[in-house]
């Protein structure tokens, strides 16, 4: 009889489990090495990947569709605590708190959000979240 690996030309067609029982290491998982991409939440002490924010920000907004603000909010502080350069992030921020009537949180968040990129000045004036600030002062020296 042939050898069990050297059937089928030469193909191992036992399952990962037997391998391992076997001694063939190479039926493991590769041991995880750290990358390069990693970055550090101050604080917390955990290592994250960078793009981390933007599934943050990206949770924040399936939960702003689905009228779940307060998750949302969360989400949004999650996005920008990880990196907190992250424009859109405090856009969608100042858009839920504006939305809940929280304006001078709104107002921050959002002076904050064009600070880092300013073309969401232009995108806050027809955001229907920014409904509440349209007759506010401040607002509307903010977007010029």
Same mark, same amino acid.
């Given at each position: 009889?042939?050898? *069990?690996?050297?059937?089928?030309?030469?193909?191992? &067609? &036992?399952?990962?489990?037997?391998?391992?029982?076997?001694?063939?290491?190479?039926?493991?998982?590769? $041991?995880? %090495?750290?990358? $390069?991409?990693?970055?550090?939440?101050?604080?917390?002490?955990?290592?994250?990947?960078?793009? =981390?924010?933007?599934?943050?920000?990206?949770?924040?907004?399936?939960?702003?569709? %689905?009228?779940?603000?307060?998750?949302?909010?969360?989400?949004?502080?999650?996005?920008? %605590?990880?990196?907190?350069?992250?424009?859109?992030?405090?856009?969608?921020?100042?858009?839920?708190?504006?939305?809940?009537? $929280?304006? /001078?949180?709104?107002?921050?968040?959002? &002076?904050?959000?064009? /600070?880092?990129?300013?073309?969401? &000045?232009?995108?806050?004036?027809?955001?229907?979240? *920014?409904?509440?600030? %349209?007759?506010?002062?401040?607002?509307?020296? =903010?977007?010029?």
């Amino acid at each position: 009889m042939v050898p *069990f690996k050297e059937r089928r030309s030469g193909k191992d &067609r &036992r399952s990962g489990k037997d391998r391992r029982r076997a001694g063939d290491r190479s039926a493991m998982r590769p $041991e995880v %090495q750290p990358d $390069e991409g990693l970055a550090e939440v101050s604080g917390a002490g955990v290592p994250l990947r960078k793009d =981390l924010s933007l599934v943050w920000n990206s949770k924040g907004k399936e939960l702003l569709r %689905q009228n779940r603000y307060d998750d949302a909010r969360k989400a949004f502080k999650m996005a920008i %605590q990880i990196k907190p350069l992250f424009g859109e992030g405090w856009y969608n921020l100042a858009s839920v708190d504006s939305y809940k009537g $929280e304006i /001078e949180d709104a107002l921050s968040e959002l &002076r904050k959000a064009i /600070e880092i990129e300013p073309g969401f &000045r232009e995108k806050a004036k027809v955001n229907r979240y *920014f409904k509440k600030l %349209q007759d506010n002062e401040m607002f509307k020296k =903010l977007l010029g």
